[in-house]
């Protein structure tokens, strides 16, 4: 790795040195840096005291981004630091270099990379690799990439290498080797009969398959696993359909408890759209479709496929005190939305209109019966179990209902009112075995009241009310904005209703902002919960803690 | 080894700097993207006829990208008659929300342009970090203005900046 670096950048430097004009006209150099600073502080009613601190009463985390462009030719580097990671991050991330390391040469019809690269294969259920940086995930393959367009409507893709795995080195035998390929046919631009029609077809078709050594001491684990996958997307006038269909042969792996079945995934949507008015319905199934390069790793690393929860994802502080996360060894569900704007000069809408959405979802264990007599369901070392496909399991994992009306009431007033009913299965999605679902009901009315041209006030007056759980919440932010600089904010979430009074505690926070064009630093200080926050014009995940947190980010 | 490193690491770095003092803008990388039907989308297809150009990044997770785009829509069609502006606004939304975004924009009601960036690949080609992130581009497709965050009344700034790069001045002067 150093030395491919050091080879790398010696040749560049040397390269740009030495024709440094004809370079400099030619050449393009952009980047963005940012750095997360956390300075933590004991507290022990939540549970942090001196001792688990342990003198490690800070958190850094850092990136440098650069890419450089000269013509068709493209490279780049991602420099990271944890040291050690903010806490919430996999301690595994614990170190510094250069996990992002790449070279793209790319033509009008084709593109060729070295190094690391991010890749999805239709939806991404038997291929996606993606970084998310606030979460600390990154699952990059580095290897070798070629994307061709041979003709206007075709692409075609391979990819093959080995996936980051913190900061381990791949050694032979190590983790998988990822070997895939995909081809996607747009039938409006590779017919000419179709290039004007109404109907929008958009078909596409995936093979992906990894190979890992079998060392397992106990079962004879299937050194090749292969996955495949079909999708379509058809447009027609006002209606969207999309759908996308996964097959993947027996995997044992620890996310499964080393079961032998076959697993399968099917995500089907719809949509009908038209100005003012938006409709979506989707259904979707996943059976044992869990697919990483190492099948002994647990937790989030090295998923070659992305599974993502299909449930409304919620911003607001108490709205996301239960967010889903989806069980990649079986569930079943639909979401219906409705998204409408309220005319103008009517009852609702009044003077500027108003809007409308509605969503709901209901997500489920799937069906799961005995595959042998003698053997219990989802049994090490035996086929699992048997599944209805259409048929819901009776456990419900999450359903969620939200109506929100946003309305602007004059100039200077505009808010949105949120009611949320929810059901939360925290037994299996937070492994909390034995306690009973989460029902809670969530208000949220957020107004904004705009002072001159460029400074607003804005409010949020949350409340959460569950016999479950902690039981009731109350909540409040106050935002001050000066566009396009500055931000100042308070906020407090109480958890007042707790039955033990001793944890009925406040999440108190404090923050301000100050924003140059792309250049932004950010300040809290207080109690935070885990979740999404957004302050400050921006969304992030935080994890729980108590003390300074500091941001930098800028990009050039 | 480490000397030859660090020491090619000042040249690169002192040659970043000096490409952003004499950086007239960063032309369009080349990133194929989707539309809201699903077709392919080559990013350096952007285009408008020399007259100036708005890359917004927003998702549906991001409540101040929403009233961002809130903002720019209520404006747009003022916007485009003094200025000739093209907003194209890109969601990051990935498989988990990617086919939601069209019926959200129709019931929004919003007349931009649309695109689609999943996997996050025309984002991190423009070296965006955080969302909501703004680009405004001028008619040869330079990049000559960026933003990240959004304040209530930001639109203003926005607007005067657009006008600046209508009228081929240097917005950042």
Redesign the interface.
């Known amino acids: 790795m ?1 030395k491919t ?2 080879t790398i ?2 040749i ?2 040397i390269g ?2 030495l024709n ?1 004009q004809e ?2 006209e030619k ?6 840096f ?1 750095t997360d600073g956390m300075f933590y502080q004991a507290d022990n009613a939540l549970g942090i005291t001196d001792t688990l601190i342990n003198g490690k009463n800070f958190g850094f985390n850092a990136f440098a ?3 450089y ?1 000269l013509g068709d030719f ?1 490279a780049g580097f991602r420099y990271e630091a944890y040291a050690p990671p903010i806490a919430g991050f996999d301690p595994r991330l614990e170190g510094q270099g250069f996990p992002y390391l790449w070279a793209t040469y ?1 033509t009008e019809n084709y593109s060729f990379t070295v190094g690391n690269f ?3 294969f239709g ?3 038997v291929l ?1 690799t ?2 998310e ?1 606030t979460l600390g995930y990154d699952n990059s393959i580095n290897g070798v990439r070629v ?1 061709a367009k041979p003709v206007k409507g075709m ?1 075609l893709k391979g990819v093959y290498g080995t996936q980051r795995f913190f900061w381990n080195k791949w050694e032979k035998n190590a983790r998988g080797i990822v070997k895939g390929v995909d081809a ?1 046919l ?1 039938f ?2 590779l017919f000419s009969s179709m290039a004007g029609s109404k109907l ?1 077809l ?1 078909l596409g078709g995936s093979a992906v398959s990894k190979y890992q050594v079998d060392d397992n001491p106990f079962y004879k684990m299937p050194q090749n696993v292969a996955a495949f996958a079909g999708r379509f ?1 058809v ?1 027609l006038g006002k209606f ?1 359909f ?1 759908s996308e269909y996964a097959y993947k042969i027996n995997d044992p792996s620890a996310v499964n408890n080393y079961i032998y079945k076959d697993g399968q995934g099917l995500v089907f ?1 719809g ?10 319905a ?1 259904f979707k199934r996943y059976d044992n479709m869990s697919y990483k390069s190492d099948q002994s790793v647990n937790g989030n690393a090295l998923h070659i496929n ?1 599974l ?3 449930t409304e ?1 919620h ?1 607001y502080m108490l709205a996301s005190m239960y967010p889903y996360a989806t069980q990649p060894n079986g569930e079943i569900g639909f979401q219906i ?5 309220i005319p103008k000069d009517t009852w609702i809408g009044g003077k500027y209109g108003a ?1 409308l ?1 509605v969503n709901f979802s209901q997500i489920n264990d799937i069906d799961r019966q005995k595959a042998h007599d003698t053997a219990g369901i989802n049994q090490s070392g035996t086929l699992g179990y048997k599944s209805d496909f259409f048929k819901f399991g009776k456990d419900v994992f999450n359903r969620d209902l939200t109506v929100a009306i946003n309305k602007k009431f004059s100039k200077k007033v505009k808010g949105i009112f949120t009611l949320i009913n929810q059901e939360y299965n925290q037994a299996v999605v937070l492994g909390h075995t034995g306690e009973p679902n989460v029902k809670a009901n969530i208000a949220i009315l957020d107004m ?1 009241y ?1 002072f ?5 006030l ?1 409010g949020e007056f949350q409340g959460l009310w569950t016999k479950e759980d902690k039981q009731d919440w109350a909540a409040i932010l106050l935002e001050y ?4 600089h ?2 100042f904010s308070v906020a407090d979430q109480y958890n007042y209703g707790n039955e033990i009074k001793a944890n009925r505690l406040h999440y108190y926070t404090g923050s301000f902002g100050y ?1 140059y ?2 250049t ?1 630093i950010a300040v809290t200080y207080g109690r935070q919960r885990e979740g ?1 926050v ?1 302050v ?5 995940q935080v994890p729980a803690s108590n003390g300074f947190s500091i941001t930098l ?4 | 080894m480490k000397k030859i490193l660090v020491m090619a690491y000042l040249v690169l770095f002192g040659v970043v700097l000096f490409a952003q003092e004499n950086n007239t803008g960063n032309k369009l990388p080349s990133v194929t993207i989707k539309t809201l039907d699903g077709n392919s989308f080559n990013t350096r297809d952007i285009s408008n006829d020399g007259k100036p150009i708005m890359i917004s990044f927003w998702a549906l997770w991001c409540k101040p990208c929403k009233l961002e785009m809130d903002a720019y829509n209520e404006n747009y069609a003022e916007w485009v008659d003094k200025t000739g502006v093209k907003i194209y606004a890109v969601s990051i939304d990935d498989a988990r929300s990617t086919a939601k975004v069209l019926p959200f924009v129709s019931g929004k009601g919003w007349t931009m342009e649309m695109l689609l960036d999943p996997n996050g690949d025309f984002k991190r080609a423009m070296s965006v970090n955080m969302i909501p992130h703004t680009f405004i581009l001028n008619g040869n497709g330079e990049v000559v203005y960026q933003h990240t965050s959004y304040y209530e009344g930001l639109e203003d700034e926005i607007f005067e900046i657009i006008q600046k790069v209508a009228a081929g001045e240097n917005p950042n002067e």
Request: glycine share 8%; net charge positive.
């Open positions: 150093k670096l050091l950048t010696a560049l430097a740009i040195s440094a370079f400099l050449s393009e150099v952009h980047g963005s940012e981004d650069i890419i462009t493209t790319a991010y890749e999805q939806n991404g259920m996606r993606y970084q940086w994307i692409i996607e747009n409006n631009d929008k958009t997307n447009g969207n999309t949507t949509s009908y759209s038209t100005a003012g008015l938006g409709l979506f989707m992305y993502p929860a299909l994802d911003i939305q409705v998204n409408y704007k809007g959405s904004t705009k001159t041209s460029n400074k607003a804005r904005t000066i566009s396009p500055w931000f924003t064009q792309t932004r999404v957004c400050g014009g921006v969304c992030r980010s800028s990009n050039f």
